[in-house]
């Protein structure tokens, strides 16, 4: 496990197969092996990374699966660029997603937050900084987008002062809004966004000009947008983005 451990450290997260692989040893028997060794290694969405989540003195690059890998820099930049909107004391509410998990992982060692989740995969990755006061909104488990749901968790939003909610989205039309696939989803961002002094969109570029089904805040509902570079002029300078825009470089 020391040899494991070493390589995770130069080279960030590890997918199972490629460890099993460079140990000449089955998936089972890593398995086995780093559930021994929690104080070492962590195992999170199929990859191995270190405990604690830090790679080479920095916040690690989370992969949660290989689908999840698709504009992974951009989301990458963008969640850099929230994470240093998180102030110690803020109450911080972060939406489920395969964006998030990122912001999840950039929150600096030593700012101390409280974080309120609903998806397991952003909860795992909270859970490894010791700083943070991490709620988890529980209910219905929906495998589709690794969440929970329920109306007592919806509820409890409705207790909570939040300062800052980051919110996802599938889809983001100028004029429709925001949208997302799943139902279940739409009424938790709104609850958190009717409890949040900041609500802060986060979304690569390629969701602008798509529609979902489940459509849930207009684009004047949220303080701040942050995408990408790869955003196109015509999205850019579209007035109901005037002063909300922001533009981190995936470059």
Known sequence: MSTLARVLAERGPLHLRDAAALLGVSEMTVRRDIATRADLIAYL???LLPAGGLVN???????LSDEEQSHTAAKIAICQRAAALIEDGDTVFIDCGSTTPHLAARIPQGIRATVICYS????NILCKNNDLRVILLGGLWHSSSASFSSEESLAQLGRLGINKAFISAAGVDLLRGASCVQFHEAPVKQAAMARSVQKVLLVDASK???VKPAFFARVDEFDQIITDDGVTPDVAGHKPLAGRLTVASAS
């Open 45 to 47: 969405g199929g990859h």
């Open 57 to 63: 003195g920095n916040v690690a690059q989370y992969a």
């Open 120 to 123: 397991l995969n952003v909860a």
């Open 208 to 210: 602008f000009g798509q």
